[in-house]
């Protein structure tokens, strides 16, 4: 799915400190699509077979020394065929100098140079973390979203049905709040989604008969979390006597989303039940199996072992 989405490289600018050496270029209109940054080793040896032009180019030590070889024409030359390619920017690291001539290729072939001073390979993993995040596949879904001891629990279920109200006792507990009403879903990795809220809703929740609070007013700054790794998502269902609920927990129930299968839990609503005490219980029980402990084998050990006890006597 890269490509779906794009970043502004403005916005990169910006994000990762760098400096424009060709501020006649608009940046606000080139636009990268790609997750990964490349260094043009080969490219400057003159080998552009499979070159991926669309990814940004990063020049460091290795790739400057290798121009310091050739004469002076010869590198400007290269370098100048390298942005023949239409390639998003070239970005100089480590404080490396920049020829005049190169920057007035540039300007010429409208590639934008940038500069600096960081390490080649940190500024690198920072671009690449932060483009991973901002062009990751995306789903919007609706339920709530709160931070329960550290586990990302998405609370999902039918209008009317307590989101709001459960995720409302949590925070009262000291959880935070992630999102209501509506996550932003993001998958960061093959096996982590990352859930946020949309902007205009940001520290808000929606009570029926009271309207909306601000969670971050009224409880404060600990009280709301901008982000959060989604671990568990708890169901809430209206009882119904015929649908069979799981009482043991020994086999693992799954939700899927964007191709992720998350654990998730059926949890009925009957008049007495605590659902905020349910939810942090589901959330430690996670986390436990995480950890090794899965207090449902163990109840089935117990018992199998109490069977076989009573066989022998």
Known sequence: MEGMYSVPLSELIEKMGLENLTPGIDTENIL????????????????????????????????????KRKNEEDGIKVVTKLMDYKIPCLIFCRGIEVHEKILAAAL???VPVLWTDKATSAFMAEAIR??????????????????????????????????????????????????DDVVEIKKISEDTLVGTAPEITKHLIELRGIGIIDVRTLFGFASVKNFQNIDLIIKLMEWDKEYEFDRLGLEEQYTEILGINLISHSIPIRPGRNLAIICEAA???????????????????????????????
Request: proline share 2%; hydrophobic share 40%; charged share 25%.
């Open 32 to 67: 990268i699509k790609h997750i990964d940054v490349n260094r043009p080793a080969l490219q400057l040896a003159g080998f552009f077979d499979y070159f991926d032009s669309e990814r940004i180019q990063v020049i460091g030590n290795v790739e400057y020394a290798f121009l």
């Open 108 to 110: 010429e072939k409208g």
């Open 130 to 179: 932060y483009m991973r995040h901002q062009l990751a596949p995306r789903i919007s879904i609706h339920g709530v979203f709160v931070d329960i001891y550290g586990e990302g629990v998405l609370i999902m279920g039918e209008s009317g049905i307590g989101k709001s109200e459960a995720a409302l006792e949590l925070i009262k507990r000291g959880h935070r709040l992630v999102s």
């Open 283 to 313: 959330a430690v029980n996670n986390r436990q199996k995480k950890m090794g402990y899965n207090a449902a084998k163990e109840f089935y050990d117990r018992v199998t072992s109490n069977i076989m006890k009573n066989r022998d006597i």
